[in-house]
């Protein structure tokens, strides 16, 4: 993991660079499974090649940024900061008011629309979007065009 670790520290932005990462256009779920202010948490890859990311349709009272599809964001499950799986329990990202996505390690908060941190020891920070479309009701993993 260290090599892929430098790697992705090169470009945080990008999640094709995290080992395990999918790749191409992956069918996740359908879009009417992640109910609001919910999360799913997709997993690819095994060992040293284990990638998680998570689809979130925010609470509400959230704003949307230009990254959201249909309602919806994606991000890597991991910490700018610690490298170490976000959620507090399995597919449970939200803080206790609802209103910012949650590092369960340090206490970091992160802004629902473009994951950037604003509360913890990576403020600044973001955390890695993947880029997800909604088509015909299916959340799909739709990697930039290079």
């Known amino acids: 993991m260290q090599n892929g670790r430098r790697e992705t520290l090169s470009k945080p932005n990008d ?9 191409g256009i992956i069918d996740l779920c359908d879009a009417a499974d992640i ?12 060992g ?3 990638f998680e990311m998570f689809v979130m349709r925010p609470p509400e009272n959230a704003p949307l940024g230009p990254a959201s599809a249909d309602g919806l964001v994606a991000y890597v499950n991991v910490c700018p900061h610690a ?11 939200l803080d206790y008011e609802r209103r910012y996505i949650h590092c369960t390690t340090h206490g ?12 913890g020891p990576c403020i ?3 955390l890695t979007p993947v880029p997800i ?14």
Request: some cysteine.
């Open 48 to 50: 040293a090649s284990l």
């Open 15 to 23: 999640y094709r660079f995290f080992p395990g990462a999918p790749e």
């Open 83 to 93: 490298w170490s799986p976000m959620d507090w329990k399995p597919g449970e990202f």
């Open 35 to 46: 109910a609001v202010g919910t999360s799913r948490v997709f997993t690819f890859g095994s």
């Open 108 to 119: 970091a908060k992160f802004r629902i629309d473009d994951g950037i941190c604003i509360h």
């Open 133 to 146: 479309v909604v088509a015909n009701g299916v959340v799909r993993v739709a990697p930039p065009l290079d």
């Open 124 to 126: 600044g920070l973001p």
